[in-house]
């Protein structure tokens, strides 16, 4: 039996996502082809034996309710654990919506407390990696750490992201939140935690108390300080979501095979949900190369370095370059798509044009008709 | 006893060996063996099954059943997960101090007579799980209710010349079966059995016991039910179905029904159809990889691939490795398979994780092969074929034989 449970953030990096979580939450956003970036959390937990999982809604909740159902295509419909969401809840006098984690947690304490679990994970859902969390249990246990935090190599980039220093052992000795643009390799949090609930509750009640909304500022720089955190470093691929560009970035890393290895061909499976599309269809006019495309495709034009996800339609004499085509997406007769995103549901009509560029991929909203 | 009544009760016969697909069928049953680039042949008649709103579904399993039983599970991929009725897998049992093998069709469902009970249904619907077909078994249904019909048998027209390959229900022109003939060398009409019976529960329930009783019976429903059933006067009616349907029994008609699945338009069977899909168990593989050498040209990919060669007028199946160089044509490759660079396979069928070596030539020549021509050529189900090694035409590799 395992003596974890989880506690996931689905609204978490929304600010720089632009329109892309302009109907979703993070954790809904469309990835690899035929995932949620949620996809990836949930499945970690599962394999690593993690059934009891409760996730806290912002907004826009409607896509990841709609995906997530009863928790099924990931084997959580389960009589004891499983998935419960909370949807946003009016907690506090200004009525609005919880302000930061410390809020959202406190108002689910009686999930925490009626759990059996003594571990808890508290993640972010825009981390895209193959994690086994019974190993960063075991470097919690062994570290006697209050807080272990998943880190993985990256840059700062003009998302926020919370960077880390840490000594031989993985005590982590200086912690700082940047939006500054750094060229130089650092060590960033997967904003992936473990830490025991009964210390977790506490914090929380306190910091609550003293109104503090902030669990990073507010409880996890107190525990640097104080020198009871310790970061688990994730030396494969981990893939940190934060804003368009990562977004594009690391989804055109996964045209390289190694990368695709890391994330797919480990022994824990990557589950979605289940849609019973049919396979993809390639006709007398497709020409193919370097792509990622999922079922229910079919494909009459030309497609290079771009990723499609179920669904998608190209039709003679369409080219499509370095982009990503969502779900149900049509690139019409003879139109031309490069370094762009659909959005699910977006239909480029006969004849157009579409161009970003590389750093800068322009962004079709979902369900519009170009 | 806990039941609740269902109108009509499903009875699936899965236990076929298929010994005419040799080498596939070794180690599963007919029934199983992958279809279409991500189905097993039996995902046609369950999906079928609860799309025309049948919830309650008998898999009679007997040869090979395991990969089956483990395939169908508790019913959830195709909604079959249910609190009364849903999917169940019934292999032969022991009861009491006897115990046997199902003898034959009727026999398999005179085992399970107290499993149709259960349901306490009107009607009992037979099929047969190595057909490849797209029906909605409600509108035979209603036929069978509409004539109060004790037995009605799915029937296609096949041509005069193909009839005596069939069992034949000869009728009148309400379609009242008055004769049935096994494979007539004279045929008097061209109405030939699918294998798909919807009957009276109670009438079918005694004519299984009396069936039962005759020792010399074979416990056929063509043999032996049906024309029983006839003799005595019952109302027999042959319910004409008009699209697409295929026996996948040989290694050549499994074959031409994947080439149907990549030419819908011309086959008839077009499954990308959402109004009624066929439903698979999922693999939870990732999107298929296209690489920069690649060609493929009117075929199908699943999910799970890793496609570098040359690929035409081919279905592959999920989780395929084709590497560099290789060319694939007319061809159907399955489940979890490695073709090796430089390849040349034509006309072939490669089983499901077997391991193909560099350079191998497998099936008829790559320059200009005429469909229907040559024979299938076959590497079996996790066969590793040594590099440049040759599969001729027709030839069947693989196996334990």
């Known amino acids: 039996m395992n003596n974890m449970m989880s506690v996931l953030f689905a609204s978490g990096n929304e600010a720089k996502l632009n329109e892309l979580t302009l109907h979703r939450t993070t954790a809904s956003l469309p990835f690899g082809g035929r995932y949620r970036l949620i996809d990836f959390t949930l499945s970690n937990l599962v394999n690593s034996g993690i059934t009891q999982i409760g996730i806290v809604t912002r907004s826009n909740y409607q896509s990841l309710m709609d995906h997530i159902r009863q928790g099924r295509d990931w084997d959580l419909n389960r009589k004891n654990g499983g998935i419960s969401v909370f949807p946003p809840f009016v907690y506090n006098s200004s009525k609005e919506a919880y302000k930061g984690k410390i809020e959202a947690i406190y108002s689910i304490f009686n999930f925490l407390n009626h759990a059996e679990e003594d571990y808890v994970v508290l993640s972010n859902c825009n981390v895209a990696a193959n994690i086994d969390f019974e190993d960063i249990y075991n470097f919690h246990i062994e570290k006697g750490a209050a807080i272990t935090v998943v880190s993985h190599k990256g840059y700062t980039t003009s998302s926020q992201r919370i960077v880390l220093e840490k000594a031989a052992d993985g005590k982590i000795t200086d912690v700082y939140e940047t939006e500054y643009v750094g060229t130089e390799e650092k060590l960033i949090s997967g904003n992936i935690y473990i830490i025991e609930k009964d210390l977790l509750k506490d914090l929380v009640q306190k910091a609550y108390a003293h109104g503090l909304v902030d669990f990073e500022k507010d409880i996890l720089f107190k525990l640097v300080a104080e020198g009871k955190a310790y970061t688990y470093e994730l030396t494969g691929y981990a893939a940190i979501i934060d804003d368009v560009k990562t977004y594009y970035a690391e989804s055109m890393n996964l045209l390289n095979y190694e990368t695709r290895e890391a994330l797919f061909g480990q022994e824990g499976k990557i589950y979605t949900k289940v849609k019973d599309s049919v396979p993809t269809v390639y006709g007398e006019g497709a020409v193919v190369k370097n792509s990622l495309l999922a079922d229910g495709c079919v494909i009459n034009g030309t497609v290079e370095n771009s990723i499609l996800f179920r669904n998608v339609r190209i039709e003679k004499g369409a080219v499509v370059k370095n982009s990503i085509v969502m779900e149900n997406g049509v690139v019409g007769k003879d139109s031309s798509v490069s370094y762009a995103i659909t959005d699910k549901d977006v239909e480029v009509s006969e004849g157009r044009t579409i161009s970003g560029f590389s750093t800068y991929p322009i962004v079709i909203v979902k369900g519009k008709k170009v | ?401």
């Open chain 2, 1 to 401: 006893m806990l039941s609740t009544k269902k109108e009509c009760v499903a009875m699936l016969l899965a236990g076929g060996q298929g010994t005419r697909l040799g080498v596939l069928t070794q180690e599963v049953a007919k029934p199983a063996v992958p279809f279409g680039g991500k189905y097993r042949i039996i995902d046609f008649p369950i999906s079928n099954t609860i799309n025309s709103g049948i919830d309650t579904i008998g898999v009679l399993t007997q040869y090979q059943p395991f990969e089956l039983n483990q395939y169908i599970g508790n019913g959830q991929p195709w909604d079959l997960d249910r609190l009364n009725g849903g999917a169940f897998v019934l292999p032969p049992y022991q009861k009491g101090k006897s115990g046997e093998w199902y003898k034959g069709t009727a026999n398999a469902i005179y085992q399970n007579i107290n499993f149709i009970d259960r349901y306490n249904p009107e009607y009992v619907l037979i099929l047969s799980g190595d057909h490849i077909y797209k029906m909605d078994y409600s509108d035979m249904l209603d036929f069978h209710k509409k004539n109060g019909a004790d037995c009605t048998i799915a029937v296609l027209n096949v041509s005069i010349e193909e009839a005596s390959r069939f069992g034949i229900m000869n009728t009148n022109d309400k379609n009242e079966i008055y004769e049935f003939e096994e494979k007539p060398k004279q045929p008097k009409s061209t109405k030939a059995s699918m294998g798909i019976y919807i009957f009276t529960w109670e009438k079918l329930r005694a004519y299984l016991i009396r069936d039962e009783e005759d020792k010399d019976s074979q416990n056929d429903f063509g043999k032996n039910i049906i024309p029983m059933m006839l003799a005595d006067g019952q109302k027999l009616f042959a319910y004409e179905f008009s699209g697409y349907w295929k026996d996948v029994g040989t290694i050549s008609s499994l074959w031409e029904a994947n080439m149907d699945v990549l030419n819908p338009k011309s086959s008839g069977l077009n499954l990308n159809d959402r109004g009624w899909k066929i439903y698979a168990r999922n693999m939870a593989e990732p999107p298929h990889f296209v690489g920069q050498n690649a060609e493929i040209k009117n075929s199908i990919v699943s999910e799970g691939c890793n496609v570098d060669g040359k690929i035409v007028n081919s279905v592959i199946y999920h989780g395929a490795t084709v590497e560099q160089g290789a060319e694939i044509k007319d061809s159907i490759v399955m489940p979890g398979t490695k073709i090796g660079k430089n390849c040349r396979i034509c006309h072939a069928i490669i089983g499901w994780n077997a391991v193909v070596g560099e350079n191998c030539v497998i099936g008829a020549p790559q320059t200009a092969p005429v469909k229907g021509e040559w024979q299938i050529a076959v590497v079996g189900p996790e066969m590793e074929l040594a590099k440049n090694s040759v599969v001729t035409e027709g030839q069947m590799v693989g196996g334990n034989k």
